[in-house]
């Protein structure tokens, strides 16, 4: 860890167990002894599936509150990519799953993981961009935006889906300018497996369908 250029924290305000450190961006990271919260295999996905002469869909006043199945990943802004995937790598071990240049990178982690665990999106300095939730279907990637929008939080993109991790998603902006993924049927890579990385054009990078991408999508605001 201290090889790779970590610095080791001697006392924390934060949980006590293992230990913290910051990363080169100065990202607080604790370091602890824990079970495998990971899937050790590609999440199924759900889908309602009818015989003819049948309603397929649930009514809406059916549809259940979405909760999510646990949460999938975490996308940072870093002002040197390079260095943010030497570091990781170096000191957690994360692999290279794809890139766009230096514009957006995805890593994994080798024990069986989905195609991206924690990812780095350029910046002008260090920030916090999403955190992703793993849903059980498209479907519940639409109700629970529909549901996040009844509650007042409107702002974000989507529906679509992802090329780099093949997810479908929907993000619902914060009320601090970050946001929330809903997340389904990811990319899986299994433990032991090599993922063949590739360094894709940003308009192949980014998303297959879905709606423009907001100006404010892309925003640091802790910049």
């Known amino acids: 860890m201290l090889a790779a250029g970590a610095d080791i924290l001697t006392s924390s305000d934060g949980d006590r167990e293992g230990f913290w450190f910051n990363d080169p961006d100065g990202n607080l990271v604790q370091v602890r ?27 809406r006043s059916e549809v259940a509150k979405v909760r999510p199945r646990r949460m999938s990943h975490v996308l940072l802004f870093t002002p040197d990519i390079a260095r943010a995937l030497a570091f990781y790598r170096e000191a957690l071990g994360l692999r290279l799953s794809d890139r766009s240049a ?11 993981c989905d195609h991206h665990l924690v990812a780095f999106v350029q910046s002008s300095a260090k920030g916090w ?5 793993e849903v059980a279907s498209i479907d519940e990637v639409g109700n629970g935006a529909t549901q996040m929008a009844a509650a007042g939080f409107k702002a974000g993109w ?16 914060d009320p ?8 389904a049927d990811m990319d899986y890579v299994s433990a032991g497996s090599e993922w063949p990385a590739g360094d894709f054009r940003p308009e192949d990078s980014l998303y297959q ?10 925003c640091n605001t802790e910049a």
């Open 33 to 59: 002894v824990g079970e495998k919260t990971l899937p050790n295999e590609k999440a199924p996905l759900e889908q309602r599936r009818t015989l003819a002469n049948a309603r397929g869909s649930l009514m």
């Open 102 to 112: 230096d514009i957006i990178a995805f890593t994994h982690a080798p024990h069986g």
């Open 129 to 133: 961009h999403h955190v992703a939730w």
């Open 158 to 173: 989507g529906t679509g889906r992802h090329v780099l991790g093949s997810n479908y998603f929907h993000y619902v902006r």
């Open 176 to 183: 601090w300018g970050s946001f929330s993924e809903y997340s």
């Open 209 to 218: 369908w879905g709606p423009d991408v907001p100006d404010y999508f892309i």
